[in-house]
């Protein structure tokens, strides 16, 4: 079995600012992972992280992105890095520290855009 997780133990990592239930829907997209996660050989403690960690990067591209510069109270200004799609889990910190802990490939999985395919059909009527 996979670890569960709560919109609390997202909470306690990174404070996104978006409501509990755009959190709870992230966390609801990140358990499409469990199966794997179940299967992967990490303990629930790391599969626990594991998650958390899919959230937050998740919710940080939901804001915008990394920050990456900030200035004082004068200036009033912050800079985000663009996430890039292509970058994948490497566009944020989250993404970056999860892609070190067991179990890592399982969230990967459910990121990887590439494997998407879309299709248009249809008719043109005059």
């Known amino acids: 079995m996979s670890a569960l997780i709560n919109v609390n133990d997202v ?8 409501s509990d239930n755009v959190v709870q829907s ?3 997209a990140i358990d499409a992972a469990d199966a794997c996660l179940a299967g992967s050989g990490a303990t629930e403690d790391q ?8 959230c937050c990067h998740q919710l940080t591209l939901m804001n915008g992105g990394q920050v990456t510069s900030e200035r ?3 200036g009033d200004s912050v800079s985000y890095a ?5 970058k ?3 566009c944020t910190q989250w993404g970056m ?13 459910i990121f990887n855009v590439s ?5 248009s059909v249809g008719r043109r009527y005059s």
């Open 11 to 18: 909470n306690d990592f990174y404070n996104s600012g978006k």
């Open 26 to 28: 992230v966390i609801n």
């Open 47 to 54: 599969q626990k992280l594991v998650k958390i960690y899919a």
């Open 72 to 74: 004082s109270m004068t």
């Open 82 to 86: 663009a996430p890039a799609a292509a």
């Open 88 to 90: 994948g889990l490497d």
């Open 97 to 109: 520290m999860l892609k070190s802990m067991p179990g890592a490939s399982c969230i990967e999985a």
């Open 115 to 119: 494997d998407i395919q879309v299709f």
